[in-house]
């Protein structure tokens, strides 16, 4: 079974048909998916302008980064979760948008490079990582969230 075979047979099974044809389901489900990213860009956020040392720079980025860790990985997780039930709904759609598939490739990248070099350089004490590399690595991130975040927006305009 190909790929497109599969999103096919996905889409138009009887329960998603259902949760398609109902007027409040998607946009429940969409909204909620929206408050998840809402979580993760407040986490993001947070952490990497305190890497720019544009905010809170009273603040350990230690304990910020741990802080925010928790409110990262609950938003992913509605995320994600949302995420999948809507790529359900209209899977052969989403099949063929570019900005989907843009969008799925900067998520498997944020959420790796999050998890390793990020990570890594928030939770070192202050003295052990360069200013520049900090800066760096919260551009690159920033970058790679704002990246989801457009591909996602740009998936209803096809």
């Not at 490739?105 to 202050?126: G, Y």
């Amino acid at each position: 079974m190909s790929l497109l075979e599969f999103c096919r047979w996905l889409q138009y099974s009887a329960p998603l048909h259902a949760m398609r044809e109902s007027p409040i389901f998607f946009p429940i489900v969409a909204t909620i998916h929206l408050m998840g990213l809402a979580l993760i860009g407040g986490a993001v956020l947070v952490v990497d302008l305190r890497l720019l040392g544009v905010a809170l720079q009273n603040q350990p980025v230690a304990g910020l980064a741990h802080d925010a860790e928790r409110w990262l990985f609950r938003g992913l997780v509605v995320m994600v979760t949302t995420g999948i039930l809507l790529f359900m709904c209209f899977a052969t759609k989403y099949y063929y948008l570019t900005f989907f598939w843009v969008k799925m490739a900067a998520l498997i990248a944020v959420i790796v490079f999050t998890r390793s070099v990020h990570r890594r350089v928030a939770l070192a004490k202050d003295g052990d990582v360069s200013p520049i590399r900090r800066k760096v690595v919260a551009l690159v991130s920033m970058f790679l969230w704002t990246t989801v975040a457009i591909g996602g927006r740009y998936i209803g305009f096809p």
